[in-house]
């Protein structure tokens, strides 16, 4: 179990290697950012304290995966395996613990780690049989992985704008067509294999402009029944309606070019920083959508010749 | 045709392919056998471009890339994603127009469910499907038995028969010798990065007892079983 541990501590050091920076670098790196999106978790959100504890349960169950779990529970005794998810997941959730810690929130520390081991009880379907139906299958691409693992999320968020609708709240109805967004931009945060691209007849450039249109045109049709909905109810707004449509639609192109300009490289994190600096400040997108195109360019030519 | 010459490849400072020269011909079938990393995935990675390498592959009917079907060892499939739904990504990818995948499903796969949950027998036959059906002029077939049934054995068979037929350009790599046998016209021995021998169907064998001649009962007494 000991050595187990030891490989994860390992393979943690790997992947800052593999990112490109030295570990010594990489750590203070990731703690100041889990610093500051803590504080501003704390600093904007109402009862952060009780949304915090469920981020860090969320964080306990959704990383990790299940072929490493079974890959444990196939070579470890059942107390052993038990050991190490329970480990884990205390392990994951510390750092939460700390901020919770350091904002002198004890009862909700105690919480954190309550939840971590019952979420360690709690047995992840890796395999659902269970085939959702999907709008997209013609051209089958992120969407459609992507919205089979997030269509209870579309039920909330057109919930939302059911709600806005019904109570006059435009802003309500305005923060659910930019909540699709963030959906579907988290579809491009796995980088493709090689063959997936490789398969393609067409150059690196065709290729990205394949991909853009598919999004702009996915993303549309899961936006059309807030935007109809927009337009009757707020036709006065409709510049608003129009301006996130496209702000929306200039984001998710950014998150398609940077899956491409760092193919191979397992950014999610980098994502995540340079999506959070362009939602707080959406000009920067003039430097860093071109930017990752021309780098998706290069990288495309590697596999599309 | 394709033509390999001098194809070198390197990983850092190991040299895992060395001087490969090669002529693939319409019509006919290469097997390329070795023993386990002798090279093979990476000589056809490389032929494919999905590799860098020193040396020259060329073609003479053009771009090989988009005319080549190309079956890994061990296929990997995107998540939640239908069989139906990847062969219409490969048909998508080369523009191919397919209106009944049911009808050419010869494996008979349940292409409604998720690609992720088959077998690993029916992952090979469902991206052997998808290759066919992309109308390639060559195949690259990385291990395509590994795996697959008996009765579907059978069908790859006549499959690589009617390719041959077609005139199109098969280069497949296998540890069962047998299959061989059946389909290849040419094989091609590769060993520690080069190819060591080259021979046609007449001497086929020559090969097989080469590489069955590589120490084996020396290696077992050292596991020292007990």
Known sequence: MRYYFLLQYK???????????????????????FYLMSSSIFENVLYANYIYVLISTL???????????????????????????????????????????????YTEVFLVYALAFFVSLAKKRSRVSLTIPTPFGKKP??????FRKTFWLFLLIYGLAAIATYKGNFNLGVFSLVSIFFVCSSYYMKPDPDFYIWIHAMNSRDFLKHKIVIAIKYSFMLTAPILFVLSVFYLDQIHITLFFLIMGWLYLVMYLLMKYAFQNQGLELFQGVVGVLCLLFPPIMVITIPYFYTKAINNLDLLLK | MISIKSLHKYYVNNQVLKDINLKFNPGEIHGVVGENGAGKTTLFRSISGMENFKGTVEYTKGEIKNTMGFLPTDPYFLSKITGKEYLQLLCNARNVEVFDFEEKNIFDLPLHHYAETYSTGMKKKLALTGVLMQNNDIFILDEPFNGVDIYSNTIINQVLTKLKELNKIVILSSHI???????????????????????DKLQFKSIEEEMQASGIEVKIDKLDLK
């Open chain 1, 11 to 33: 393979r943690i050091h790997r992947s800052f290697k593999d990112f490109g920076t030295e570990p010594f670098i990489g750590y203070p790196i990731i703690v100041v950012l």
């Open chain 1, 59 to 105: 964080f306990a169950y959704a990383v990790g995966n299940s072929e490493h779990a079974r890959f444990i529970k196939q070579h470890f005794s059942i107390v052993n395996y038990r050991k190490i998810v329970v480990m884990n997941n205390m392990l994951k959730v510390t750092p939460f613990a700390i901020f919770l810690l350091y904002k002198t929130y």
């Open chain 1, 141 to 146: 691409s992120e969407f459609v992985i992507g």
């Open chain 2, 177 to 199: 010798f047998s299959t061989l046998y059946e389909t290849c016209d040419y094989l091609h021995y590769l060993k520690n990065g080069s190819i060591v021998k080259s021979v």
